[in-house]
Each structure stands twice: as C-alpha cells, then as structure tokens.
C-alpha cells in the first residue's frame, strides 16, 4: 500500500480537496486502483449536527455516513463509493480510544496523546486503506488532513504520521503540502514567505514535503519556483503551480502536464506502463466543451444558506454536471428564501422585488433540501409560482415536502395544511414524523443513506430519465415524510407520487400533470451525480429549463451524438464529432 498525505499551510480553504482529488484520478487513469481518506480534527463524531454556515454542506454516504464534504469531491473526481470510516475525526479517534480503556484494554496504563492516541490515528489509516472500494483493494490511499499546519488541534495527527513515515517505509510514503502564493495588487509580485514559513513549521514537526503545491492566482513565475526550491530544500520539478482556471476539471491536467504522476512513480517505487489514458482523455474533451460553451441556461437555488456557496455544494456540482451534458453555460441564481415572504415586502421591499425578479427570470427554479421552519413561506411561494407559471421545478427533500403542502393548500384548499415540524397542531398535516426519529437525540437519527425507490407508473417521466428502470437506489437524509393516509386526495387532482419505497409506506417521488417538469424526490440524487454522469432529475431540470426535454424523451432519453457526457456507460465521442442539439420547444401546455 502506498500511501499519499495532503497538507496544507497558510490559510484554511485552500483547495486540498480538490488537489487531493485531482492527484488521485490522475492515478487512477493510468490504471491504479486509488481510495481516500478524509482527516478533520475537529471533536464533533461526524459533520450530521452542522450548520452549513459553519462547514459546508453536509455529504451522505451509501452507508449513511454524514461527512465532510470533500468526501464529496473524491467520489465525483474518482467516480468511487466510500464508507462513513473514509472520514477521520478527534472525536472519532478519542472516542474509540475512551472505549478501550473503559474495556481495560490498556491493562492500566496511563492513556495518552503519544502513544496511545498516535497509535489510534494510524491502525484507523492503515485498516480503512486496505477496505475494498467498489470491491476492488486500493493500491494507493491519498489522505487530505483537514486545517492548516499549526493548529494546535491537528498536531496528533502531524505526530502520528510523523511516526507512520518510518512505520511503512519511505517508499511507501510521500506528503503533498498545499500552500499559498499571495499576489498583492500593489505590487503584482509573487511571494513566497508565507510558503517558506509554512514548510519551515512542517519541517519542524518531522514531516518534509515531496511535493509543493502553490496556490496562486496566476502561473507561477520562473524565479518564484526557483526561491521555493532554494529556500523548500526540494528540487524544482518537486513545485508545483497550481493557479486558477475557469474550470476545476482541468486541475488534473495541470497536474499531469507539470509532471506529477512521473515523479511519484519514481518517488513511491510504482511502474507506471506508458499507455493511453482514456480517463485524462474524457477530462480534457469536458474541459474543453466547458470553455467553448454558448447558450446559457438560468436556475433559481431558493434557499436559506445562500450566502455560502458550500452549502450547496453537491446541488451545484449536479446542476453543473447536467448543463456540460446538454452544452449550456450554466447561471445559478442564488434567492435567499426568506426574501420571498410578504412580510419581507413591509420590512425591506428592494430585498422582496430583487429576490422576486431573480425568481421570475430564472429559466428553472430549485428548491433544494433543509431544517427549521425559517424560510419555508417563500419556498412555498416559490413552488406555487413554478406550479402557475408552468416554470420547470424540481423539489429535493424539504422541496418535496414543501411541494405537497403548496398544493394542499392552494389546489385541495387545505388553506392549514403544513409539516408537523413546523406545526404541530395542524388539521391537515401533510407532512408527518418520522417512526425511526428520535426527538431527543440530533445525530445520527434520521433516515440516512442508500435507499431504494420503486417506481409504480410506466409513465412517469422520472422513470424514463433513470432508463426505465424498475427502481433506484439514492441516498437519504429526513426526519419527515409525506403523510401516506392523505395520498388519494392529491392523486385525484392530478398531483401523482410515482415513487414508493419497497413496502410502499413512504412516497419518494411526485410528478405533476400538465406541467412541462414539476417532480420532486425524498432522496438526495445530487451526492451520486457525476461529470461524466449527471443526476437524472437535475438533467431532467436542466433540459426542461433549456426547452429540451421532450426531445430528449422522444429520441429514447440519449442526447445523441453528446450522449458521451451523460449516458451511464462514460463511452467517448471524439470532439469532432459533436454537433448541435435540434430538440422540439417544449408545449406550453
């Protein structure tokens, strides 16, 4: 097992997801079988209880595991499936460790950092390395510690792979520092202190860097390499410049045309055969197409976390991914939901008419999955302009929920018809508690995880975007669930849940009739999306947004000849062969 440690220095936020993503599918394309694992020294247990104003959004696994959310980045990048143990917290760590001395375990020995937490953070590693992905074993584990180099909470885990270098041999081993090359504008010039104090610290502790990745705005200059190396104790062929491009796609190509995968072929000992690398080759046919692209497709995100773009992060990812699939630049219209409200229109009413012209011109509108009451009046508003205006809508989660208890109200004219988790006391509560949910616990207590969803109509068009199929497989994260006694009175309005979960008790999925794309889903489609592959129910948003779906229906859901970025199979079109999309309008009706 070879093994790959992601640092980072100088500030938080750097990219070390997205480099450590990148470093291991340029592995991966050349036919290496790569896991990872996420490190958060953080004492929360999981990421389940936080605000995605604190941490971003929060990312479920197969297994129900609620992760950081760069564990979101190493599944879309490496198209792999990871467990809840991929992610790495202090509080996992003293937590099993508190476990086995209250066991004995220790046979009386005092418990400390060093050895016996130390210890803990590298049998964790090496155990969860060597775990199957996609019933494969890894070849290679690239690990990402969370933070910057200095925090007092990361030291263990410097200690403990400080330790772990000589352990598995430094053959076997090799760390990637991520660091900051600011530009002041005063100057224009590059510098390099803070990544020669950065290293200095690394150095400090034990651990010293193979690889220097800079982060920086624009390419690295010659001379600024060359103090690096002088001042870095490395070679210059061991920096690395990572600058900003218009899409994260084309980190790996960076990374591959700086050289990286032959220098850790020799670093680490790995014959690498010279052969073609389809997987590289797919990345750069995508990155390209997503610089070239013309038409513009607009989508309104109706939210509560707007202000942080992570908070949302998977949901962009799939509305990205859906709009390379059908060549159209994509222009998320982020609408705070509270700005929606009327009460909103007394108290600030250029926040109201802002946030209503952003709705009103926006191509597609989302309403994406959340908790707490705060907000839900303008999603509602939101939903029941969609529904009107016959404006394509997907609902995720809370959207869905939200979506019934709009028509309840205003088609059915339940006018109290809510959630029970924002009114208990409600005559028509369409939205109920969960069995499994316990009020007096928050982690780890709602229904989490892959599920499956049956679909009960041959007509829905959901189940045509999956390909027809029987029924899916999606991940899940809800304490609340449709009301099922209340479900024939929105059927015989035209208001179909079309999918069920396997013993029929909860509903999963609803379509409108006589509406070009109104569907919500209980499950969460944005964390199994991938570039290669988008999400059906965000590709269904995006073609119904950009006046396409029904083409895309009728030529048997392919988007022939550009299937090549969407279709299951990840089988590839070379770029000359693409030519434009000529798809029917959809009806207004």
Request: with cysteine.
């Amino acid at each position: 097992m070879k093994y790959i440690l992601v640092t980072g220095g100088v500030i938080s936020g750097i990219g070390k997801g997205i480099i450590a993503s990148s470093v291991g599918t340029i592995l991966k394309s050349c036919g290496l079988h790569v896991t990872a694992i996420k490190i958060d020294p953080y004492i929360n247990i999981d990421a389940g209880t936080f605000s995605p104003y604190e941490h971003g959004e929060v990312f479920v696994l197969d297994d129900g595991g609620e992760v950081d959310l760069d564990l979101g980045n190493y599944e879309r990048f490496l198209d792999i499936r990871l467990t809840r143990d991929n992610n790495l917290t202090t509080g996992k760590i003293y937590q099993s460790v508190i476990n086995k001395e209250r066991r004995g375990d220790y046979l009386g020995k005092t418990v400390q950092v060093v050895p016996h937490i130390t210890d803990a953070i590298q049998e964790w590693v090496v155990n969860q390395a060597r775990v199957p992905v996609d019933d494969v074993e890894p070849q290679i584990c690239v690990i990402e510690l969370g933070g910057t180099v200095g925090d007092i909470e990361s030291m263990p885990f410097i200690e403990a792979f400080r330790q772990f270098q000589f352990k598995v041999k430094r053959e076997n081993f090799c760390n990637i520092h991520v660091s900051l090359i600011p530009q002041p504008s005063a100057t224009g010039e590059q510098k390099t202190k803070p990544t020669q104090n950065s290293v200095r610290e690394l150095r400090g502790l034990g651990l010293s860097p193979d690889l220097i990745m800079c982060r920086c705005s624009a390419p690295l200059e010659n001379s600024v390499k060359e103090k690096i190396s002088m001042f870095c104790h490395v070679e210059p062929e061991q920096v690395i410049c990572v600058h900003d491009v218009a899409c994260i796609y084309r980190v790996p190509l960076l990374l591959e045309d700086q050289g990286v995968v032959g220098y850790l072929s020799r670093r680490l000992k790995m014959p690498i055969e010279a052969q073609p690398r389809k997987l590289l080759t797919k990345w750069k046919e995508m990155s390209d197409r997503s610089d070239r692209l013309l038409e513009h497709c607009s989508i309104a995100l109706v939210g509560k976390y707007t202000k942080f773009s992570d908070s949302y992060a998977s949901v962009i990812k799939a509305l990205e991914h859906s709009a390379l699939a059908i060549s159209h630049k994509l222009e998320v219209k982020f609408i705070d939901c509270a700005g929606l409200e009327p009460a909103t229109l007394q108290e600030e009413p250029v926040k109201y008419h802002q946030a209503w012209q952003k709705l009103c011109s926006a191509d597609g509108i989302l309403v994406p999955g959340g908790f707490g009451v705060r907000g839900t009046e303008g999603k509602i508003h939101a939903i029941n302009w969609a529904r009107i205006q016959k404006k394509p809508f997907l609902g995720v989660c809370l959207g869905m929920q939200l979506a019934v208890c709009e028509f309840a109200r205003n088609v059915l004219g339940w006018k109290d018809a809510n959630s029970t988790e924002f009114d208990p006391e409600s005559k028509h509560p369409v939205v109920i508690d969960m069995p499994e949910h316990n009020p007096g616990q928050m982690g780890g207590t709602m229904r989490l995880g892959r599920r499956r969803t049956i679909f009960k109509s041959n007509t829905s068009v959901l189940r045509q975007l999956y390909g027809n199929v029987e029924y899916v497989d999606e991940r899940h994260r809800h304490r609340f669930e449709v009301n099922p006694e209340l479900k024939s009175h929105f059927e015989e309005k035209g208001f179909h849940f079309v999918g069920e979960d396997v013993e029929g008790e909860r509903m999963e999925v609803i379509e409108l009739d006589d509406h070009p794309y109104f569907v919500g889903v209980q499950y969460h489609p944005e964390f199994t999306s991938r570039p290669i592959k988008p999400s059906p129910p965000y590709l269904g948003l995006l073609l119904a947004a950009s006046g396409k779906l029904q083409g895309y229906l009728h030529k048997g859901c392919r988007l022939s000849p550009r299937e090549n970025y969407s279709d299951r199979s990840g089988s590839s079109t070379p770029d000359s062969e693409i030519s434009e999309l000529k798809m029917p309008s959809i009806s207004p009706q």
